[in-house]
């Protein structure tokens, strides 16, 4: 009824099997992950930097790019030349706090104590940036 399997199976069911394609562990898989998160918040920060230059803003820029370098095994993370677009500055800090969320969370799982610090910082540093009144401008 059935024709019998004749060729191996692309998938590797038995254990111990060696595969002809690379694997990555968990603990690389959650640092590229953790990385990336971090690198977009980084380019967040820029942003803002550039739409509302602030030495807050500076310092957490250099602290992400170290995390972003270290994780990367010491490349140095490509950085934005933002010129202040057309994104709103409460707009940037909800996404910045948004991207500095998924990082805590990876940062948590891989129990990666410097990061998870810098993403709860960061995490507060926009709520508290989106909590402040903001300025109105006037209109005519």
Same mark, same amino acid.
């Given at each position: 009824?059935?024709?019998?399997?004749?060729?191996?199976?692309?998938?590797?069911?038995?254990?111990?099997?060696?595969?002809?394609?690379?694997?990555?562990?968990?603990?690389?898989?959650?640092?590229?992950?953790?990385?990336?998160?971090?690198?977009?918040?980084?380019?967040?920060?820029?942003?803002?930097?550039?739409?509302?230059?602030?030495?807050?803003?500076?310092?957490?820029?250099?602290?992400?790019?170290?995390?972003?370098?270290?994780?990367?095994?010491?490349?140095?993370?490509?950085?934005?030349?933002?010129? %202040?677009?057309?994104? %709103?500055?409460?707009?940037?800090?909800?996404?910045?706090?948004?991207?500095? %969320?998924?990082?805590?969370?990876?940062?948590?799982?891989?129990?990666?104590?410097?990061?998870?610090?810098?993403?709860?910082?960061?995490?507060?540093?926009?709520?508290?940036?989106?909590?402040?009144?903001?300025?109105?401008?006037?209109?005519?």
């Amino acid at each position: 009824m059935y024709e019998p399997i004749r060729t191996k199976s692309v998938h590797s069911t038995m254990a111990g099997t060696p595969s002809d394609f690379p694997h990555r562990s968990r603990e690389e898989e959650l640092d590229i992950q953790l990385g990336g998160h971090l690198a977009a918040l980084l380019a967040v920060t820029d942003e803002l930097r550039a739409a509302a230059p602030s030495a807050d803003l500076d310092e957490a820029a250099e602290r992400l790019a170290a995390q972003v370098s270290r994780l990367r095994g010491g490349v140095a993370p490509v950085r934005t030349s933002a010129s %202040g677009g057309e994104a %709103g500055i409460a707009a940037l800090h909800r996404r910045a706090h948004d991207l500095a %969320g998924r990082a805590l969370v990876v940062a948590a799982s891989r129990a990666d104590t410097s990061a998870a610090i810098l993403a709860a910082e960061r995490m507060d540093a926009h709520a508290a940036a989106l909590a402040e009144p903001q300025e109105l401008t006037g209109v005519g």
